[in-house]
């Protein structure tokens, strides 16, 4: 069963907007994972944010994770075509990784 | 250096044959992590292997899929009697440690006919 459940399911923006997307869970975790996965590259982390932790930011990704609403957020500031993709988020607990089902992003030049 | 490393990139096979698919993970790395995903689906864990712990087997669909790992080196995953439904992309991955940040090997995909 998926723990993770993405918000919404597909995402179409042009270049420089940002895109945001959302992420809901179930149960206790340890930190939430979130990863990009296109065909050219496969599966790529690109941040984790521990339960202790309320924001965390790396380059143009910020990530948000509220643990009372059971929630995380994923902001991409000036999306490029590039950033085409899908995106999961993963919770993890007792070492195992739950994915959501994605987001998929569009970006348009 | 060397990411994780996933050997056959596609595997063909009939209904009712075995398959045994190859992980090779990032050299030091002590946990590896077997998933399955599904056409336009996410990750579904299979199963964990951390050191010299019991792996954890709890996502295990069946008892014809099974795995094992050589000490922390080398896993591979084996399917018996393959059906339909066992068609996916199945991947692996490793980590430094427990609970930390996975990095995933290219995935093995896997059509059962």
């Known amino acids: 069963s998926q723990q993770g459940e993405e918000d919404p399911q597909a995402l179409s923006i042009q270049e420089g907007e940002n895109a945001t997307m959302n992420c809901s869970y179930k149960?206790?975790?340890?930190?939430l994972q979130w990863y990009r996965q296109n065909s050219g590259r496969g599966l790529v982390h690109l941040i984790l944010?521990?339960?202790?932790?309320r924001e965390k930011h790396s380059g143009r990704l910020r990530v948000t994770l509220d643990t009372s609403k059971k929630s995380s957020s994923l902001l991409i500031t000036a999306s490029r075509a590039a950033d085409t993709a899908s995106y999961f988020c993963?919770?993890?607990?007792?070492?195992?990784?739950?994915f959501g089902a994605g987001t998929q992003v569009v970006v348009t030049p | 250096g060397a990411g994780v490393s996933q050997s056959p990139s596609n595997k063909v096979t009939e209904k009712g044959k075995d398959v045994e698919l190859r992980c090779d993970p990032i050299?030091?790395?002590?946990?590896l992590y077997w998933y399955r995903q599904r056409l336009g689906q996410g990750l579904e864990f299979l199963i964990y292997?951390?050191?010299?712990?019991?792996?954890?087997k709890s996502g295990l669909p069946s008892d014809r899929f099974s795995a094992e790992r050589t000490g922390e080196s080398v896993s591979t995953l084996t399917i018996q009697r393959t059906q339909q439904e066992d068609s996916a992309v199945y991947l692996c991955?490793?980590?430094?440690?427990?609970?930390?940040?996975?990095?995933f090997g290219p995935g093995t995909r896997l059509t059962v006919l």
């Open positions: 991955a490793s980590s430094p440690y427990f609970g930390n940040e996975q990095f």
């Open positions: 149960t206790s975790i340890n930190n």
């Open positions: 944010i521990r339960s202790n932790e």
């Open positions: 993963a919770t993890e607990g007792w070492g195992k990784l739950q």
């Open positions: 050299s030091g790395h002590t946990a």
């Open positions: 292997f951390q050191g010299n712990s019991a792996p954890d």
